[in-house]
């Protein structure tokens, strides 16, 4: 199983700027993939960006040229920067995690526990 601990999230106006980080701890062989999701209330959760450990990138047409994503696969992080933001960028942000464990080929999805971002106008 992997544990994955966020930070960052918060109170910020249009226009600003926010970074989340998120850490993935745990017995797990290896993480293919982590990114960012969101869900904003009355909302399916959506993903914002996600980066394999072979360098694939993936973003949400709504945050390309605003959001920036980085991993460090030595340390098992993930981090997003978020600038420009927009009220519509409102959610709770969860960090995901795409892992296997030792001796199982399936892959697993691990979860945050989420870190609200608000935006004001």
């Known amino acids: 199983q992997v544990q994955l601990v966020e930070s960052g999230g918060g109170l910020v106006q249009a226009g600003g700027s926010l970074r989340l980080s998120c850490a993935a701890s745990?017995?797990?062989?290896?993480?293919?993939?982590m990114g960012w999701y969101r869900q904003a209330p009355g909302k399916q959760r959506e993903l914002v960006a996600a980066?394999?450990?072979?360098?694939?990138?993936n973003y949400a047409d709504s945050v390309k040229g605003r959001f920036t994503i980085s991993r460090d696969n030595a340390k098992n992080t993930v981090s997003l920067e978020m600038n420009s933001l927009k009220p519509e960028d409102t959610a709770v942000y969860y960090c995901?995690?795409?892992?296997?464990?030792?001796?199982?080929?399936?892959?697993?999805?691990?979860w945050g526990q989420g870190t609200q971002v608000t935006v004001s106008s």
């Open positions: 995901n995690a795409k892992y296997t464990i030792p001796l199982i080929t399936k892959q697993y999805d691990g």
């Open positions: 745990g017995r797990f062989f290896s993480i293919n993939a």
């Open positions: 980066l394999t450990s072979g360098g694939g990138l």
